[in-house]
C-alpha cells in the first residue's frame, strides 16, 4: 500500500497534522475516515456563524388550523344532504 502524506491541516476538526502522521492527533481520522484531497472551497473564509442551525433563517411554520378545514365541512353537510334526499325520495 503506498504511503501518503497527510495534509497540513485536518479536514474534519482543522488542527494541525505532523508531517509523516498515520492520523490526526486530535480527533483521529486518517485517510480511510476523512482526509481529503483540498478543494477549491477550503479557502472561502466563510462566516462560523453561517453553518449554526440558530442563526440561519428558517421558514416559519404554517399556520395551525383549528378543526377541520372548510372544504371537509362542505363535504360532510353534501354528504348528509344527500343521504336524506336518498330517504326521502324513496
Do not use: Q
Request: hydrophobic share 40%.
Amino acid at each position: 500500500m503506498p504511503e501518503t502524506t497527510p495534509p497540513e491541516e485536518c479536514a474534519i476538526c482543522g488542527a494541525t497534522i505532523p508531517h509523516r502522521a498515520r492520523a490526526c492527533p486530535e480527533c483521529g481520522a486518517d485517510e480511510r475516515t476523512g482526509w481529503r484531497e483540498p478543494s477549491v472551497y477550503d479557502d472561502l473564509d466563510l462566516p462560523e456563524h453561517a453553518f449554526d442551525d440558530e442563526t440561519r433563517s428558517a421558514r416559519p411554520p404554517p399556520p395551525k388550523v383549528n378543526g377541520l378545514a372548510w372544504y371537509w365541512w362542505m363535504a360532510a353537510v353534501c354528504l348528509v344532504l344527500l343521504v336524506l334526499s336518498a330517504f326521502v325520495l324513496h
